[in-house]
């Protein structure tokens, strides 16, 4: 390396700087030690940097641009990246791809637990049955009115007309509503005392919250506790019949032979009764 | 994170910034802008950054560029005029040549360079970065560093060496 090299060189070597101990410079830096001019000249060099660099050091920023940039940053709030935009922004196609499965995951599970959360018929029926007969707190307000009914028992799909058996339509033997809340749904109850004899209350929900509501429109009878039910389903509404009286009369509510000497004036009346045959 | 909160970052390099940016531009005001421009960058941008160990060099890097498009910005109107009142202000403040050189001769030493040496050089004497950090703050290969540096030095001198005559 001759004298011209070595100054090119050490023109940019900073004695216990950031490029201390850095090879490129060594051959040159041995070149000071057998080359006094040089080292002189380095010598030289050295003293106006320090004091250049000295110089620079003496700068100060004003201090209230500090304070401008600190205060443009609280009030502007630069858009600080949500942690899913931050994840997501940085993530390849397989990260998509994995976040895909991740949400799929989560709405099956959702919708499982939704399912879930549904109650059974059975259990509605029972708690009505004990409900109808042992609470004391049978009806809210005494009515005969079916239209009266209606609005006590507070059904959300109240404008829908209901689905009563023949020998109870129009409010035939109404004596009485009822509304209340199980599981979180409205429960409209309407008491009956038909003219086939005996004691009917009728309760009426929404079908959507039973994982097994009675599967149509024709009843269904079973007996709960002691205490024949009859259960349909029909415009979304899942209905339940419960006698106090335990017998085969229930279902002569269902008869059109009972309608007061009257023909059935409903083809889904004729229907019920030709499937209860 | 803490480490690389904004005011961290802030407080960590807005001298040696202000530095870099006074030694490129032309007035205190025009620095100012400069550094405010570079932190706007790393709060909307800084995030992307991967290796955090390389935040200086990162913002030293922005606000070179930063400078550039100011610039480019400059030449496309060149009737506005850039102040410089703050270019009277540090000659008036020039020492005694056998004194330490006080930092407002040298940065106007330093404007006075021309522009492709003026950021290599400022960067050498804030004494931040070694040349291979330079070279990649600069975006020019190390050699290309190394040649502007021993170029400068000696036009700095003679700048100086005219500013340091009676």
């Not at chain 1, 109808?132 to 009806?139: F, G, I, R, S």
């Not at chain 1, 109240?158 to 023949?166: E, K, R, S, T």
């Not at chain 1, 009956?192 to 959507?208: E, N």
Request: with cysteine.
């Amino acid at each position: 390396m001759n004298r011209d090299e070595a100054r090119m060189i050490l023109q940019a070597y900073r004695p216990g700087g950031r490029d201390e101990g850095d090879p490129y410079f060594a051959e040159a830096l041995a070149c000071l030690k057998s080359d006094p001019e040089l080292a002189a000249w380095f010598a030289e060099q050295q003293s106006l940097d320090v004091r250049i660099a000295g110089g620079l050091q003496q700068v100060r920023a004003p201090s209230r641009l500090k304070a401008e940039i600190l205060a443009q940053h609280k009030a502007a709030e630069p858009p600080v990246p949500h942690w899913w935009q931050a994840w997501f922004g940085r993530q390849s196609a397989t990260g998509w791809a994995f976040a895909v499965v991740i949400l799929a995951v989560l709405g099956v599970s959702l919708f499982w637990n939704h399912a879930g959360s549904r109650t059974s018929f059975q259990d509605y029926s029972a708690q009505m049955v004990n409900t109808a007969v042992n609470d004391p707190h049978h009806v809210d307000r005494g009515t005969s009115s079916l239209s009266d009914g209606l609005a006590g028992m507070s059904l959300p799909s109240g404008q829908n007309p209901l689905a009563l058996p023949p020998q109870l339509a129009g409010g035939k033997g109404l004596t009485g509503c009822r509304a209340f809340f199980w599981h979180g749904q409205n429960v409209g109850m309407l008491c009956f005392r038909p003219q086939t004899g005996g004691h009917v209350d009728l309760f009426v929900t929404s079908a959507v919250m039973f994982a097994d509501p009675p599967p149509g429109d024709q009843p269904a009878f079973t007996v709960y506790s002691g205490s024949m039910t009859a259960s349909w389903t029909q415009n979304g509404e899942a209905y339940l019949a419960v006698s106090h009286d335990g017998g085969e009369g229930l279902k002569e509510l269902w008869s059109p032979e009972k309608l007061s000497g009257k023909k059935a004036n409903s083809g889904r009346a004729v229907n019920l009764a030709l499937a209860l045959d | 994170m803490d480490a690389l909160t904004f005011e961290n970052v802030v407080n960590a390099h807005y001298e040696p910034l202000y530095r870099f940016a006074l030694s490129l531009s032309r007035s205190e005001a025009d620095a100012g802008d400069l550094v405010q421009q570079t932190f706007y960058r790393w709060a909307t941008k800084g995030d992307q950054l991967r290796d955090r160990s390389k935040v200086k060099s990162w913002l030293f890097t922005t606000l070179h560029r930063e400078f550039l498009a100011t610039r480019r910005q400059a030449d496309k109107f060149p009737g506005t005029e850039l102040s410089t009142e703050d270019g009277r202000e540090l000659a008036a403040q020039t020492p005694p040549p056998e004194r330490q050189l006080d930092g407002a001769t040298v940065v106007e030493a330093l404007r006075e360079l021309d522009e492709t040496f003026r950021a290599p050089m400022a960067l050498f004497y804030l004494e931040d970065h070694s040349y291979r950090e330079i070279a990649g703050i600069l975006e020019v290969p190390i050699g290309t560093v190394m040649s502007r540096i021993s170029r400068g030095k000696e036009l700095l001198r003679k700048q100086l060496v005219k500013k340091e005559a009676p």
